[in-house]
């Protein structure tokens, strides 16, 4: 007798790449089988068969559950209570931004190969970092992302960059948190998440 009372929610923390762009796994670039993923919600608050083709972020999901299950807000939350779009209602535009550096060392290099993307509506940049490449694409009429534009749109490529550098210089250090217990560092191994030997 839960179900009527229960919120469901399917999601995913990234995506897959398959060699749609030249690589395998995740977290080694900023494309779309990357980045869209999942968000399928159901129970109360959400109305049934709704599709959304309004961009979220996958911070938005811990403000839209705690207003769907009447939870008051955190007072330094991260992301939006996107639950209004389920009534038809518009959210503010926005950018989006994200990154990746798993497993991208640059041989003979200390820094890390970062990518990472700033999308406004449907234009999406792309920037290494280290290569120092940038790639625009638009998402509504090339959604599989293979059509670079960042030459033909000079203004949506430094109007983005510049997003990108602003993000940049907000960015705050991380919180220390303390190293896991050894139980911890066991169960993380198991799972494949203890890291490589350089990290430990």
Request: hydrophobic share 40%.
């Amino acid at each position: 007798g839960l179900v009527d009372d229960t919120l469901i929610v399917l999601t995913s923390d990234h995506g897959e790449e398959f060699q749609e762009h030249g690589s395998v796994l995740h977290g080694r670039t900023q494309y779309q089988e990357l980045l869209a993923i999942p968000w399928i919600l159901a129970g109360p608050g959400v109305p049934a068969g709704l599709v959304l083709d309004t961009p979220v972020h996958g911070v938005d999901l811990a403000p839209t559950l705690r207003a769907l299950l009447g939870v008051a807000p955190q007072a330094a939350m991260d992301g939006l209570d996107v639950s209004p779009l389920f009534a038809g209602r518009a959210l503010e535009p926005r950018l989006f931004f994200a990154e990746a550096d798993q497993n991208n060392r640059v041989p003979g290099q200390q820094e890390v190969d970062r990518k990472v993307m700033v999308r406004r509506g449907a234009a999406k940049l792309i920037e290494d970092r280290v290569q120092g490449r940038l790639e625009l694409y638009d998402l509504a009429a090339d959604p599989r992302e293979t059509r670079e534009l960042s030459a033909a749109r000079p203004a949506d490529t430094d109007e983005l960059r510049a997003a990108l550098e602003r993000f940049r210089a907000g960015a705050r250090a991380g919180q220390p948190i303390a190293a896991p217990s050894d139980e911890e560092q066991r169960r993380l191994d198991a799972m494949g998440y203890g890291g490589d030997d350089d990290d430990k």
